[in-house]
């Protein structure tokens, strides 16, 4: 099992910037690809980014790619979003996910094994 626990949300201006945290605890986290989900009022959760095991690999969807930033440091069992350029478009709760089997490279929320509990991003305009 591992529990996840999400950080760092909160309000900021369009264009502004924001860093989230989601720290890990349990089994291996170094074991697992990591990913961060968001969603937005009435709408699905959808798929942000994730991560490799080793940090050389990660993915993003096309909406964030060249402004949002997801890192892993194993060592502090952390895996993190930099958000650069928000939009208004990016409030939502934004989830950590671990993925017990598989690579990083799914985008689905079933595929994801493990959840946090969220953390608020509101971006005013």
């Known amino acids: 099992q591992v529990q996840l626990v999400e950080s760092g949300g909160g309000l900021v201006q369009a264009g502004g910037s924001l860093r989230l945290s989601c720290a890990a605890s349990g089994r291996t986290f170094s074991n697992y690809p990591m990913a961060w989900f968001r969603q937005a009022p009435g709408k699905e959760r959808e798929f942000v980014a994730s991560?490799?095991?080793?940090?050389?690999?990660?993915y993003y969807t096309d909406s964030v790619k060249g402004r949002f930033t997801i890192s892993r440091d194993n060592a502090k069992n952390t895996v993190y979003l930099e958000m650069n350029s928000l939009k208004p478009e990016d409030t939502a709760v934004y989830f950590c996910?671990?993925?017990?089997?598989?690579?990083?490279?799914?985008?689905?929320?079933?595929?994801?094994?493990?959840w946090g509990q969220g953390t608020q991003v509101t971006v005013s305009s």
């Open positions: 996910a671990a993925r017990r089997f598989g690579g990083a490279q799914a985008m689905g929320v079933t595929q994801w094994s493990y």
């Open positions: 991560i490799d095991w080793s940090g050389l690999n990660t």
